[in-house]
């Protein structure tokens, strides 16, 4: 049994999978050596565990982890993948991103796959089906956007997200919940007519914790996958273990 730590830029989710089928994925505010105690005291059988950190944490569950775990991988860009990665700045490359992207390839492998993780920012990563990642875009999420239009004007509100299904707003509120709302619509959509220009038989996979705002929202056809991540990161764990 495998256990998966996400600490993400906001918020933290750790999952037990059990012979490659998650058995629960829980969030929290911070992950402390206590919640160790409590999953070993749960599943016994919990052996190895990889971290996935895109900010830092204490020296003291780094220790915790390495004592309670025979297996114990932190996420960095010299571990070994399953796929071929062709970025050129590693050490820049969020965790995330090539851990959406591994997951990815798993559930299709030998497939074309773009996948978009709409979090704190909106990336695009594309992997195609010789099982190379070949790099992607970042742009920013919807909760940056209002931020945005807040902070750089003298006189814009912060508005934050609700459902707006109009094209246009009649109130100055509503007109940036829908240019911003609307526009990460036409984004997203623009990006996969684009990508499948250029890939043939495009699988889309969208994930992160703005995934459900896309529903019923694009035009073009796609998965969702809340656990891409940490389905990415058990497929690394796995991978090392099979190779060491």
Do not use: C, W
Not at 128 to 146: T, V
Not at 208 to 225: I, R, T
């Amino acid at each position: 049994m495998n256990l998966v730590i996400d600490i993400g830029n906001t918020r933290t989710k750790f999952s037990v999978f059990n012979r490659g089928e998650v058995l629960i994925t829980v969030p929290v505010d911070e992950f402390k050596p206590e919640h160790i105690i409590v999953l070993k005291n749960e599943h016994p059988d919990l052996n190895k565990v990889i971290l996935s950190a895109t900010k830092n944490y204490s020296t003291e569950l780094k220790k915790a982890l390495q004592q309670n775990f025979g297996e114990f991988i932190e996420l960095n860009a010299n571990t070994p993948l399953p796929i071929e990665n062709h970025y050129k700045t590693k050490d820049t490359l969020g965790k995330d991103r090539i851990a959406a992207v591994v997951g990815a390839s798993d559930l299709y492998p030998r497939n074309n796959i773009l996948i978009i993780d709409a979090g704190t920012a909106i990336t695009y990563d594309i992997i195609n089906d010789k099982n190379e990642y070949l790099g992607g875009n970042i742009s920013p999420g919807i909760d940056m956007r209002f931020k945005a239009l807040n902070s750089f004007t003298d006189k814009l509100p912060l508005v934050t997200q609700q459902e707006y299904d109009k094209l246009y707003g009649t109130s100055t509120e509503n007109a940036i919940r829908a240019g911003v709302q609307n526009g990460v619509v036409f984004e997203v959509d623009r990006a996969i007519d684009t990508f499948k220009e250029f890939y043939n038989n495009l699988k889309v996979i969208i994930t992160g914790g703005n995934a459900e705002f896309f529903e019923k929202k694009l035009k073009n056809s796609f998965f969702v996958h809340f656990n891409l991540i940490a389905m990415g990161l058990n497929r690394i764990l796995e991978y090392n273990g099979q190779n060491s």
